[in-house]
């Protein structure tokens, strides 16, 4: 008998309690809190006759969200808010002994900087506790960093050069939207671009490095080179590595959007006085552009993302090597009510929690993804709506 508390009622919240509700022999009892209890009531509503309860709750407020957890004694709690409740709630999971599953990394509201150390710290404390703390289990990072796990167990005996590349070449109709959270997804695509190479990270300008890749079924797509979150972990995890990069498309519409939020300072996360009160620009700006949650409906096209990796197989042969996933915005929409990139994270933050509970991910301490067995994972990705494709020796498009 599991029971999951689930924190947050957006898009991919939506789609994980979703897939939860259908994988019933596993998650038997799903409690959704979020800020808005009537957005967690809404995702109830859509899945009449399972075992779902609601409530409110701020995940900024420690005492609150233990109050919450002690009440409901979950097995396991699920953060699917922002990346500012890391903390807080991975600090509750702490205090009753529960374990923790998120899907991006720590960020402090008040500083554009994500990175690991934040929640690497609670390593002693969940070890001690007993409790595991499962990071980034969405597609990147998530699925990426599973499938880099998986490229290392079964075909390379050392991977050299790693790109992950991500491309979403959908089209949902708007002149500007995001795909996840508005705050969130620009405070990411406006930092400097960051690459591991030989041994230390090279900063760039935001966007200064690009080239047209070719994804699956999709075609050549200008991609450009960002900081991504899953790579800190993995040129730890994967000291052979020589380069690690990540590649994401923008279309050049959204380019010029973002140039002129910029320009105008719409991008700003220092608070402004405006009629004789505090507002902070982006979060205004969240407040007037769509809400990627409801960009489904008129959504058509693809989202493909994969791992391009180039190293020595198992005889010490070099070998190339691309894994990746295609997702259908609008079949995930017939299914969910939500876009692909919603859908390409809560499905695997549903079968991240579903690997810690039946002990299949499970030991004290913290952490990502791919320090975990990747076949349980991989074996449930297709079943879940995202079935990968492997090529092997193929042209990776990179020097
Ligand atoms: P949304 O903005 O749609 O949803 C976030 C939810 O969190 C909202 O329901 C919001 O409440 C709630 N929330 C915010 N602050 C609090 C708080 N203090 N207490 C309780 N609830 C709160 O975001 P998404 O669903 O698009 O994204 C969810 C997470 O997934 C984010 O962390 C995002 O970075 C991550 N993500 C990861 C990806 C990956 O591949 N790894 C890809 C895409 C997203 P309210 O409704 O009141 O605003």
């Known amino acids: 008998m599991s029971k999951v508390l689930v924190i947050g009622a ?9 897939k939860m509700a259908e994988n019933s022999d596993v998650f038997k009892e799903i409690v959704i809190a979020s800020r808005t209890k009537s957005k967690c009531d809404a995702i109830a509503a859509a899945l009449p006759g399972k075992n779902i309860k609601t409530a409110q709750i701020d995940a900024d407020n420690v005492p609150e ?22 903390l807080p709630i991975m600090d509750a999971c702490l205090e009753t002994g529960v374990s923790y599953l998120d899907t991006a990394n720590y960020e402090p509201i008040d500083e554009a900087k994500f990175e690991y150390s934040w929640q690497w710290a609670y390593q002693d404390r969940y070890k001690e506790k007993g409790i595991t703390a499962i990071l980034g289990c969405g597609f990147d990072p998530g699925v990426t960093s599973v499938f880099v796990a998986h490229a290392v167990k079964h ?10 590349v991500d491309c979403n070449a959908g089209d949902h109709g708007k002149a500007f939207a995001t795909n996840f959270n508005p705050e969130i997804n620009i405070r990411e695509v406006t930092q400097p671009g960051k690459y591991w190479e030989n041994g230390q990270w090279i900063e760039t300008k935001p966007h200064e490095i690009h080239q047209p890749i ?3 079924n999709i075609g050549p797509k200008e991609s450009y080179l960002i900081y991504h979150e899953e790579l800190e972990s993995l040129v730890k995890n994967y000291p052979t590595l020589k380069r690690a990069r990540f590649w994401m498309t923008f279309g050049q519409e959204y380019l010029t959007h973002l140039r002129v939020i910029q320009n105008i300072g719409m991008a700003g996360i220092e608070p402004i006085m405006y009629e004789g009160k505090e507002i902070v620009p982006i979060q205004f700006l969240k407040a007037v552009l769509p809400n990627p949650g409801d960009l489904g409906e008129n959504y058509k096209g693809w989202t493909s993302i994969g791992c391009r990796i180039k190293g020595l197989d198992k005889q010490g042969k070099e070998k190339t090597y691309y894994i ?14 939500t876009q692909g990139v919603s859908y390409t994270t809560g499905v695997p933050a549903m079968i991240g929690a579903m690997m810690y509970l039946k002990g299949l991910w499970k030991k004290p301490g913290v952490f990502n993804v791919e320090e975990f067995d990747p076949d349980p994972f991989m074996a449930e990705l297709g079943k879940w709506g995202l079935p990968y494709v492997e090529l092997h020796d193929v042209d990776l498009e990179f020097s």
């Not at 957006?10 to 979703?18: K, L, P, R, W």
């Open 65 to 86: 969200m233990v109050k919450l957890i002690r009440e409901v004694k979950p097995d396991l709690v699920v953060n699917l808010a922002l990346p500012y409740q890391d």
């Open 155 to 164: 075909h390379f005996s050392e991977i050299h050069y790693l790109d992950i």
């Open 324 to 337: 990746y996933n295609n997702c259908s915005h609008e079949v995930a929409y017939k299914e969910t009510g």
């Open 10 to 18: 957006g898009g991919v919240s939506t789609v994980a309690v979703h």
């Open 214 to 216: 070719t994804y699956p």
